[in-house]
């Protein structure tokens, strides 16, 4: 099954517990991105990967990092996580960066940063 | 500033009945306009994706209608069911060469038995 997943999907640390949320992709697409999702709030960008070895910032990096080593992997990583990066965050893949192409979703993680 | 609004922000309707959802946009340049669907606790999946010359499209009881001149799109949908309730997110694609969205903040949308 074409599918993004995350994982965790749930997870609740500490300030300053350094972090890794995971995601992949089965479908070979070359684009791929993270958002996170407040209350009250549309979706926002914080990294999105054109290709392996492609990164750049998005609407809202400050406090993130990711790599793609591979073309099915984005991991985000928080070096230092504060209660502020409290919420809830989606993968998303596509199979190209042009503006047409259909972005896919992972299910979300639910990180709480205590 | 690039802005996506939706309303109504909720809405109540009983099993069986339409509505219809609302999206406004500042988005500039554009590219294409979608709809999605986010169950709670869910990803969002998409429903339509609308380009410039394109005024109405289709989704099983899913209809999108997008009036570039105005900016505006609707959501319509058509004999509403339990499985509908969810949140519908308006997003517009800016044509930047690459893919830049910019979402609404959604309407959340509960059919009642």
Redesign the interface.
Known sequence: EAQ?TQNPRYLITVTGKKLTVTCSQNMNHE?M?WYRQDP??????IY?S?NVEVTDKGDVPEGYKVSRKEKRNFPLILESPSPNQTSLY?C?S?LS????????????TRLTVT | KNQ?EQSPQSLIILEGKNCTLQCNYTVSPF??L?WYKQDT??????LT?M?FSENTKSNGRYTATLDADTKQSSLHITASQLSDSASY?CVV??????????????TRLLVSP
Request: hydrophobic share 30%; net charge positive.
């Open positions: 993004v684009y991105s009250g709030l549309g979706l926002r960008q999105y054109m989606f998303a596509s960066a042009g503006t047409s192409y259909e972005q896919y979703f992972g299910p979300g | 996506v590219s294409n979608r606790g869910r990803g969002p999946v998409s994706i380009t997110i694609s800016m044509n930047t060469g690459f893919q830049k969205l910019v979402f609404g903040t959604g």
